[in-house]
């Protein structure tokens, strides 16, 4: 390389001195590198642009696949299609909860009685410490309805020590010790068992605590009574689940007359669902057709990126496509598919909603939609085998292609492995192109050191031809 050097300094001395072949040896050994060079770099170079772009592409394609799939999971369970609400025209009976498979509708209901836990105290103890059996252990014996007896063992034998072995055992009876503030006797132990009178109970022991004393009863357990729609309804809970389906009413006290409920059902959640799963399908599709196109925009980013990789977009695009346009795997009367509700295709490739067809699907079959897109289930999983809906099964398909060993992953990792590949050529061919630069260095320097010497031995001969011809003229 030092020689190299110095041959490159020495030719460019020798040319500005006019001496050995007067060429620029150093511009003509980058020139003719750079025919060599160029079009095997620019070729790599629109590798790497193609290849970049691809993976920019196989990127919005998986963000937009992911918007579909979301679109399809906020329709796959059943309660969330529709968002009902219940209104009460008295607040002696309330709706808890309304979900969205509650249908709407008109109720009137009347409470008689509320339902209500057995409630009990035991006698008077001097303090929480006091002692009870003399420092010794005992059992409590424990019976709830018509169960069997359960036995619950009391080791430290004082008031507090039976309340926290009441409510360690977890019986559903709990056990709260209370101080009464009467001075001398005013510690009380009072036990509250679950609504209903099948939760009745009786605690027996030896020493006697005193639960078992007709005048220790505080409130015995009650069953709710009620008529709903005028039949008379037994219930042993406040909180009913099973006379309204998909909701929950609260009796939170008696009433004279009867208490009007209502649950309206606002479908809109379900429009705005479909209408959304429209949308964003037909951004897909104007992603791909540009991706696609084989007339490159210059003025949209990405256009033609995926000219090269025709049969995967295009794949990808009618896998999507047939998902949407085909069949529900719970199908349900005459609801089959989206195109039941409306949705069908244009001649540019977009999905376009019919209102009329749409309102008419709901009006008259909303119980056949929710099936078709739900299998009227709720809180899906993707690793469920059981049949989930038509939203579940595109949202799983869809998450299959953008998954790590979906297509669109493996087109992007297979891009990558390829950019890289191209980034390495490029550093290959540069350190080529440096020893093709050297050595047409050296050939060139060799060049002009010939030549000053051809040119030396010119100027020697020149100069003995001058001395002959002055001798001859003498």
Known sequence: MAEIASNNVTSQV???LGAGSGLNITKLAEDLTAVEKEPKQAKIEAGVTATEAKISAYGLIS????????????????DEIAQPSGASSNTAVTFSNVDGTAEAGVHFVTVSQLA????????????STSALNGGAAFNLSLTIGSGSPTAIAVTTDTPAGVVSAINAAKTGVIATLIDT??????????????????????????PDLGFANVGNTVQSALDAHLTFDGLAVTRSSNEIA??????TLSLNSTTSTDVRVAVNSDKSTLKAGIENIVATYNDFNG????????LVNEDVELSGALQRDLSTARYILNTVRTALIGDSSTTSGSISSLRDLGVSLDKTGNFVLNDAKYSAAVENNYDDVVMMLTANTTNQSLFDSSSKGL???IATLLDGLTAKNGIVSTRIINAESSLEGQKEELLVLEKRMEAVYQRYLTQFAAMETMMEKLNGMQDYLTGQFESLAKAYDK
Do not use: H, P
């Open 14 to 16: 020798m040319t500005t």
């Open 116 to 127: 209500q836990g057995q409630r009990v105290k035991s006698n008077e103890f001097a303090s």
């Open 181 to 206: 503030g009467v001075a001398g006797a005013n510690y009380r132990i009072v036990l509250s068992g679950s609504e209903g009178s099948d939760n009745s109970f009786t605690l027996t022991s030896t």
């Open 287 to 294: 992603l791909m057709t540009e991706l696609t196109s084989s």
């Open 242 to 247: 099973d006379l309204i389906s998909g909701t």
């Open 391 to 393: 939203s579940q099964d």
């Open 63 to 78: 963000y937009q696949l992911g918007l579909l799939q979301s679109a399809f999971e906020s329709l796959n369970d059943a």
